[in-house]
């Protein structure tokens, strides 16, 4: 099975997990388990936009499959902060030459992270991102970024 094939039954079997579930956190962890799971990333996981101490808002560690990870990341900073403030899926295929990443495990060496949106006062604002990480070079395409989005959206 290739990844294209891979990917379009995970996109049902989440569409399967999410539907009646309404828990934000559940079906975060069930997405990450499956996606971790499937293709067996190094990190799989979840950052929540939250409330912060030091500016406005910031990004907080969610649900995750795989080794400890950074718990909080500020606006614009590493690939995750960089797809916040983008607003948009970002696809680094050698984490080590992104400027200003940030290093929560030497062994990562690509990442894609992809920015969840939600409707709130009637307009569209990133409320988190899927962050996803891989011992490989080079791990993660526009394959990926299609699917990726799509099971986002489902959450």
Not at 70 to 84: D, E, H, N, S, Y
Request: aromatic content about 8%; hydrophobic content about 40%.
């Amino acid at each position: 099975m290739n990844k294209e094939e891979k990917y379009q039954e995970l996109v049902a079997q989440v569409a399967a997990i999410v539907n009646g579930e309404s828990d934000e956190i559940a079906n975060m962890a069930n997405v990450a388990a499956v996606l971790h799971e499937a293709f067996g990333f190094w990190w799989t996981g979840f950052y929540l936009v939250k409330p912060s101490a030091v500016s406005s808002h910031e990004l907080v560690l969610g649900p995750f499959q795989g080794p400890i990870a950074c718990t909080r990341i500020p606006l614009g900073k590493g690939v995750c902060g960089t797809a916040w403030e983008r607003g948009e899926t970002v696809i680094v295929g050698n984490v080590h030459e992104f400027k200003g990443h940030i290093a929560c495990s030497a062994e990562s060496n690509s990442e894609i992270v992809v920015p969840i949106r939600k409707a709130k006062g009637g307009k569209s604002e990133v409320t988190g991102v899927l962050d996803i990480d891989s011992k490989e070079f080079n791990t993660f395409d526009e394959t990926d970024k299609k699917y990726l989005e799509e099971i986002v959206r489902l959450l």
